[in-house]
């Protein structure tokens, strides 16, 4: 089973700020990771597929990269509605599908 | 565009089996090429991939090998929706209960080997399993 980790867990960051937030894959996954956006009480919204293809609907701020087993969501700058929980997903490899633990962003 | 929209209890008794329904809206056929999915949440697991359905020439399954031996995926097309049921529940099965799509337009045939993300999702069903 591919093992998905996350990093950092917990992230405060100011509004406007930008952030990165990093997934490390345990072996090769090529770029088939997803990332996904979940708000508190809601399901997650998918954001970016294939590492850096952004989903219908998701602002420019947002963008997605990889580098080796290296995945990495930025947002150039924050906005009030994207202080949620973020998860990366893998889909190269399966089953199972397999998920990160999260990094959770909150307001300093 | 589409939704999809969960229903069923939030309270199911240990030994009992655990009953949701998705009911897909937005003009898209349920057996239009993508898989329809149930993933779980809770703290201890994180997100959890429990199964899918997807169609093609039949009504074809995958599970989880966690509950293989407890789930079931019904797609009724009449009412375009899909529905888990996970039997002999315990507490351990208590957690937030997603149906979703997966892409999986690009795969004709048998895609068993195949995977892909997840580009819908409904707003979660809490089910707390509890005498």
């Given amino acids: 089973e591919i093992v998905m980790t996350q990093s950092p867990a917990t992230l405060s960051v ?9 997934c490390r894959a345990s072996q090769s996954i090529a770029h088939k990771v997803a990332w996904y956006q979940q708000r508190p009480g809601q399901g997650p919204r998918l954001l970016f597929y294939g590492a850096y293809n952004r989903a219908s609907g998701v602002p420019g701020r947002f963008s997605g990269s990889e580098s080796g087993t290296e995945f990495t969501l930025t947002i150039s700058s924050l906005q009030s509605e994207d202080f949620a929980t973020y998860y990366c997903h893998q889909y ?3 089953p199972p599908h397999t998920f990160g633990q999260g990094t959770r962003l909150e307001i300093k | 565009q589409v939704q999809l929209q969960q229903s069923g209890p939030g309270l199911v008794k240990p030994s009992q089996t655990l009953s949701l329904t998705c009911a897909v809206s937005g003009d898209v056929s349920l ?8 993933i779980r949440q809770s703290p201890s697991r994180g997100l959890e991939w429990l199964g899918r359905a997807y169609y093609r020439s039949r ?7 966690s509950v ?3 789930i079931t995926i019904s797609p009724d097309t009449w009412r375009n929706q899909f529905s888990l ?3 002999a529940v315990t507490p351990d099965d208590t957690a937030v209960y997603y149906c979703a799509r997966e892409h999986l337009n690009s795969c004709a045939g048998d895609c068993h080997r195949a995977s ?8 979660g069903t809490t089910v707390v399993v509890s005498s």
Avoid: K
């Fill in chain 2, 85 to 87: 049921h996970l039997s």
């Fill in chain 2, 116 to 123: 892909s993300y997840i580009d819908v999702w409904g707003t």
């Fill in chain 2, 68 to 70: 293989n031996s407890r």
């Fill in chain 1, 14 to 22: 100011s509004p406007g700020e930008r952030v990165t937030l990093s």
């Fill in chain 1, 92 to 94: 190269h490899t399966w």
């Fill in chain 2, 31 to 38: 057996s239009n090429g993508a898989a329809w999915i149930w």
């Fill in chain 2, 59 to 65: 009504w074809r399954y995958d599970y989880a090998g």
